[in-house]
Each structure stands twice: as structure tokens, then as C-alpha cells.
T-cell receptor, first 118, second 112 residues
Framework: ETGVTQTPRHLVMGMTNKKSLKCEQH?????MYWYKQSAKKPLELMFV???????ENNSVPSRFSPECPNSSHLFLHLHTLQPEDSALYLC?????????????????FGSGTRLTVV | TQLLEQSPQFLSIQEGENLTVYCNSS?????LQWYRQEPGEGPVLLVT?????EVKKLKRLTFQFGDARKDSSLHITAAQPGDTGLYLC????????????FGAGTQVVVTP
């Protein structure tokens, strides 16, 4: 399988549940990302991992917890979410080409997980 | 803050018509990217423009990067229903590793 694969595609969870989103990339990229996409709003960057080290945590609430065990896998652990967290969660990967990671030549996105918190 | 504003928010046209969508900022970007997102899928990279004034063509799609590298446009000639989707522009943020600013997107609907 190629590209970026996200599971599950759809998730409905109660506010007291704990669930995890999974992302896997088969492109040999060295950086992975979690984005949140809400209707009519720009994509919001949540977390960035480069070479399995977290380099960015964009002021995301602690009820979202990322995990990157290796360069091919990325998880987003969810607990005690709120209804306003309902959105499309996108995983992406890229290949860092700059010495300091400044230039990223585009993301490859997964199909996303449509999350509904009830 | 390097914000990207896209216009229009929504565009509905008939098959065979032409359309242009815009991506504007008050800030300079070293490059801009265009993505298309179809329903139920993630965004797919269409093109990256790097040089001010650059024009790139991808079949019926023409992308232009402004001379001052603050804006970009996407023109579709003879639109087809397969061009339907959310068109997003994105640019790398200065001094922020791996972080891209996205616009809110233009929803394009092409009806047969």
C-alpha cells in the first residue's frame, strides 16, 4: 500500500470515551503532521514530528495527545473531548529538504478521520 | 501573522465555462502551493510556485504567482465536473519549521 493511510475513516465518540486515530505513511518521508479541518476555516496545524521528535505543539489542548513511535506511524490519542472538537482530522507527511527544515515541498495528506463528539 | 485570504468562498459554474480563484496576503511568501480536496478525501497537491511572476500550467489549470510573491491565482479553462472540489492555497511560514499557513479555500462546483 502506498501513500498516507488513516484509520478509522469515521468515528463517533462520547465525551467520556478514549479513542485513538492512526496514520501510516509508506513514502519514506521524515516528517508527519496532524491537522484539524473545520467547516469554512483554514486548516489548523496541531502537531509536527520530524524524525520522530515533536517539533511543534500548536497550543493544542491536552485532551489531544500525539504519539510517533517511528517515522512511518503517527497516532492521535483522544480523551474527554468536547462537541466543538468534531471535525475532520488530517494526517500528512513530507520530506524535509532544508538543512534546518525550512523548505517543505508539499504535503501528502491522508483521507482523514471524520470525528463526531456527542 | 502571515494570513492567506481566498476568494470567492464559493463558485458554481456550468461545464465548459472558465473560472479564476484568488489567494491573497499582505505578507511575502517564499512559495505558494495549491491543493484540491474532493469530498471525503484529503487535499492533494496540484502545484508549487516559487518565483515571483511565475506561471505554471497543468492541463487546463493555470497557476500564477504574483510578482511581489504576495498573491496567486488559479485559472481553469473549460471546467469539467471532475474539477469540482475545495481549492486551497498554502504557504510556508517564516522561521517556523514545517509550518504552513492555509487559506480557508474556495469551494468550486461544476455542473454538467
Amino acid at each position: 500500500e502506498t501513500g498516507v493511510t488513516q484509520t478509522p475513516r469515521h468515528l463517533v465518540m462520547g465525551m467520556t470515551n478514549k479513542k485513538s486515530l492512526k496514520c501510516e505513511q509508506h513514502l519514506g518521508h521524515n516528517a508527519m503532521y496532524w491537522y484539524k479541518q473545520s467547516a469554512k476555516k483554514p486548516l489548523e496545524l496541531m502537531f509536527v514530528y520530524s524524525l520522530e521528535e515533536r517539533v511543534e505543539n500548536n497550543s493544542v489542548p491536552s485532551r489531544f495527545s500525539p504519539e510517533c513511535p517511528n517515522s512511518s506511524h503517527l497516532f492521535l490519542h483522544l480523551h474527554t473531548l468536547q462537541p466543538e472538537d468534531s471535525a475532520l482530522y488530517l494526517c500528512a507527511s513530507s520530506q524535509d529538504l532544508g538543512a534546518g527544515g525550512e523548505m517543505v515541498w508539499g504535503y501528502t495528506f491522508g483521507s482523514g478521520t471524520r470525528l463526531t463528539v456527542v | 501573522t502571515q494570513l492567506l485570504e481566498q476568494s470567492p468562498q464559493f463558485l458554481s459554474i456550468q461545464e465548459g465555462e472558465n473560472l479564476t480563484v484568488y489567494c491573497n496576503s499582505s505578507s511575502v511568501f517564499s512559495s505558494l502551493q495549491w491543493y484540491r480536496q474532493e469530498p471525503g478525501e484529503g487535499p492533494v497537491l496540484l502545484v508549487t510556485v516559487v518565483t515571483g511572476g511565475e506561471v505554471k500550467k497543468l492541463k487546463r489549470l493555470t497557476f500564477q504567482f504574483g510578482d511581489a510573491r504576495k498573491d496567486s491565482s488559479l485559472h481553469i479553462t473549460a471546467a469539467q465536473p471532475g474539477d469540482t472540489g475545495l481549492y486551497l492555497c498554502a504557504g510556508p511560514l517564516t522561521d517556523s519549521w514545517g509550518k504552513f499557513q492555509f487559506g480557508a479555500g474556495t469551494q468550486v462546483v461544476v455542473t454538467p
